[in-house]
């Protein structure tokens, strides 16, 4: 049986993995979240956010991916800059 060092050390392996884009950071997130029990629903502040996006013309649709590191940050599994620099690396991997 690992010991909960190691299952911590695997996951920021697997962490720094995705950011340079070694792994599909999707498949990551979705993990990642399956492991904490978290989906990609939206909160009452997430509508607001899309209207105040609307109304300034900077409508963005995130994806599930992106609505996973969203939870994952608000849960405090990801940090915000671990969550920004896969939030990058899933941009570059969806264009390439």
């Known amino acids: 049986m690992a010991s909960a060092t190691t ?5 920021e392996a697997d ?3 995705a950011i340079r884009g070694e792994m599909l950071v ?5 993990h990642l979240a399956d492991g904490a029990g978290l989906t990609a629903a939206p909160e009452p502040i997430d509508e607001f ?8 013309d900077a409508e963005v649709t995130p994806d599930e991916t992106e609505n996973l ?11 915000p800059a671990d969550s ?13």
Not at 49 to 56: C, F, I, M, P, T
């Open 69 to 79: 590191l969203v939870a994952l940050v608000r849960a405090g599994v990801l940090s």
């Open 84 to 96: 920004l620099q896969l939030q990058g690396s899933h941009h570059h991997q969806q264009v390439t």
């Open 49 to 56: 956010a899309g209207h105040v996006s609307r109304l300034s």
């Open 26 to 30: 999707s498949e990551f997130v979705r």
């Open 7 to 11: 299952a911590i050390t695997a996951v």
């Open 15 to 17: 962490l720094v993995r």
